[in-house]
Each structure stands twice: as C-alpha cells, then as structure tokens.
C-alpha cells in the first residue's frame, strides 16, 4: 500500500503540511485527529471530506480519532465566518452530539482490528478546568500579536462584525485540544481544512510550550465548485448527512447534478475507488458527457457510503419509478421511502370494496379540479396509476388497483404524483 501522504496527494487531497518531512514519518503507524464541532445535530457534507481524511489514514493503517466539539461548540470557530455564532445551551450541543455519532460510525471504522477509530469529546476536559486555571495553565502560552496575526482572525476584526472575546478565544481552547490528545492518546497529527491551519499551528506552538512531543499539522483544499460557489449549500441550504434532514433521495440528486467540471475532483475526494477507475469515467465525461456517467458512479457511491446498501437501493428504485418506470413488487415502506415528498390522501379501504371511480380519486387528490377536468385529463393520457397510463373514462379502483399493500400511486403529466392511503 502506499503512503497516505502519495494517497493524498494522488487525490488532490494534501494542501499544507506542517513539516516537510511528515511523509516520511508517516510510514509507521501514527494517530491523528480532526474535529467536528456539533453546532448542529447532524453533520453536512462540508464535513465530509475530512471523515474521508480520517478514513483514508485508517485505511493505510493509522488509528484515527474524531472529537466532537462539546466545548468548543458552546464559544464557536470564527474560522471562514463573517458573523459570530449563535452560542449554544449544554443541552442542545449533547442532543447533536448524540446526532452526529452514527454519521461518524457510518463511514469509520469503531471495531476495526489493530487500529479502531475512536471518537472523543473535548467537553469531557475541558469542562473541568475554571477559568483562573485555564488562564494560568494555558493562556499565558500564547501571545496577543501572533493571536492576532492569524488569517481568520484578521479577517474578522476588518470586518463589519468584528470578533467577540469568546470567539478571539477559540484558538486557545482548539490548541489545547491538540495538547491534551497528544499527552493522553499519543497523537501526534491533526488534520483539517485549509482554514484551520492558524489553529492547527497555534496547537503545534503550544504542545511544545508546554512539555508535549513534537506534532504536526496537515490541511486539505477547501472544496469550491468551479463556479465559484460553496460546495455543499442549494437553494434549501446545506446537504446534511441526516436522512432526516435532507432525504436519500435528494442527496443522491444533489451529486447527480454536479457539474462535469467537478464531478472528477468530487469522485477522488470522495470515493475510495482506485484512481485508474477514475481517470476511465474522466474519459466519458470528455467524450460523452450527455451520459453522465461519473455522476451516476459518483451519486451511487457517495450514497452508499453516507446512507448504506438499503438507502442506495430506495433511491434507485424511486429514480426509476420517478421517471416512470412500471410501480411493481414495492411495499408500503418502500413507497413511502420513494414518495417520502409526495402529497397523499387517507381513505377508507371500504371505497374499494365498493369500486372508487378514478375521476373522484383524481378530484380528491386535487390532481384535478373538477370531474370536467379529471374526463379532460384522461381523454388527453396525462394520467397515470402505479405508472401506467389509464384513459378509460369509467376506470374503478379496486383492491387489484393497489400497487402495495394499502398505497395506490396517482400521476398527472410527468412529475406531479399523489398517494392514496387506504386504511
């Protein structure tokens, strides 16, 4: 296997590093870590790249951490912000805490052999000093001109916002972060976007102010769209990683339709798949770009690694039956995964048992305004049931017209779908 340092560099993955001979102290096993700052109760996909980060270093036999902010999400990282956040109670950090575990566990590995990932959370330290010692103890390492000297920092105190004392602190509490892992779990590498290296270098200065071994620091590229906006926000806002948040569905769109400038950069960031794979979907992209074939590889296996094997499916199954595809062999909890944004109506399953009239279905479900319009409609064959264009005028619903065990699936025109509930 090859050094994690070609890996990423391979990949366009490796921005800074902190010393120039990192790689070859990294030919030995050695543990690192980056953090997440739970300010949400879910994760985007503005974070993701740096779970592939620690991913790719436990894939190349590295044993990874990932800490979750519980303290410093309460003062926020002013780090690539134009604004001070909005501070946040010990109640709502622990419930995102709680959130972002799972995303974490989806895609490290908390079990693995010889090198399990572990997550830590920096509340658990952090909280127990007063602020006298805190000062004491730590601040007294840092100078106010080097503090001040820092990129996020400067951009801040130019801004219209400005920079509050607690934000101004942030780099204190990160720094000391990186001490405390390097004495209590012998990590000696953190890793982050190119945003953090002010913080990471601040942690490098204070871990040897302070006694600590010598650490290092490693950043990536921010991720930009060759349009020039921010990777990861749409008109609804971020991608989360939380089904709940943001559905399968439309996180597998959301790769569907990157744009062939990116797509390559996205599936090496990304993905695990080797690099001559994707330098053969780079081909397509050049020569038939109307497939859009690295978007498919692209959406399929981010999919896959962020919502799993199931999800992946549903998706696939709701990309196929959204575009028309014959509804068959689909259950209730599969329709609803599919349809989880459609509008439905509830009916009694007694309707059936006396026959429903498609034309007061479709004025029931607003499909239709009128009977009128409902007779028009299918004259025309712009209806459709379970995907199956009807244009019989005096079609009745039975129980043979349910395409699960209780869901009937209404269509007017290509994308407008409503579900019949019969209870």
């Not at 497939?291 to 992946?312: F, M, S």
């Not at 989880?340 to 399953?349: A, G, I, K, M, N």
């Not at 305004?369 to 064959?381: E, F, I, M, N, V």
Request: aromatic share 8%; net charge negative; with cysteine.
């Amino acid at each position: 296997m090859p050094n994690i340092v070609d890996t990423l560099k391979e990949r366009g993955l490796l921005s800074q590093l902190s010393d120039s001979t990192l790689g070859d102290k990294l030919k030995k096993p050695m543990v690192l870590y980056a953090g997440f700052d739970p300010t949400a109760d879910s994760l985007h996909i503005g974070h993701l790249l740096q779970i592939m980060i620690l991913s790719q270093f436990q894939k190349h036999g590295h044993k990874p951490i990932a800490l979750v902010g519980g303290a410093t999400a309460m003062i926020g990282d002013p780090s690539g912000k134009s604004e001070e956040r909005v501070l946040l109670n010990t109640e709502t950090i622990e419930k995102n805490v709680n959130g972002i575990r799972g995303q974490l566990a989806q895609i490290l590995d908390f079990d693995k052999e010889g090198n399990p990932a572990q997550l830590v959370n920096n509340g658990d330290w952090m909280n127990k000093f007063s602020f006298i010692d805190f000062l004491r103890d730590v601040g007294k390492n840092f100078r106010i001109g080097e503090m001040m000297g820092k990129e996020s920092v400067r951009k801040r105190l130019n801004s219209d916002a400005g920079m509050s004392f607690t934000e101004f602190s942030y780099q204190l509490l990160q720094s000391y972060d990186f001490h405390h892992l390097n004495k209590s779990h012998d990590c000696i590498l953190q890793v982050g976007g190119d945003d953090q290296w002010g913080n990471i270098t601040a942690g490098i200065d204070l871990n040897r102010k302070m006694g600590g071994a010598q650490v290092y620091g490693l950043t990536t590229p921010l991720v930009t769209k060759a349009d020039g906006q921010k990777f990861g926000k749409t008109e609804g806002g971020a991608v989360w990683l939380d089904a709940e948040k943001t559905t399968p569905y439309e996180f597998f769109q959301y790769f569907m339709n990157v744009d062939d400038r990116d797509v390559i950069q996205l599936l090496k960031y990304f993905t695990f798949m080797h690099i001559s794979e994707i330098d053969a979907l780079e081909t397509l992209v050049k020569n038939e770009p109307e497939r859009r074939q690295a978007q498919k590889v692209l959406a399929n296996e981010v999919t896959k690694l962020v919502h799993g094997d199931y999800a992946l499916e549903m998706v696939q199954k709701a990309t196929k039956v959204l575009f028309g595809e014959s509804i068959a062999g689909l259950s209730d909890e599969d329709l609803n995964a599919i349809f989880s944004e459609v509008p439905s109506t509830q009916l009694d399953r007694s309707v059936l048992d006396e026959g429903l009239s498609l034309m007061d279905a479709l004025v029931e479900s607003k499909l239709c305004q009128s009977r009128g319009d409902a007779k028009r409609a299918l004259k025309q064959g712009s209806i459709y049931l379970n995907n199956d264009r009807v244009s019989q005028l005096d079609y009745i619903l039975t129980d043979e017209s349910l395409c699960s065990e209780s869901i009937a699936v209404l269509r007017s025109g290509k994308k407008k779908y409503h579900l019949l509930r019969f209870n």
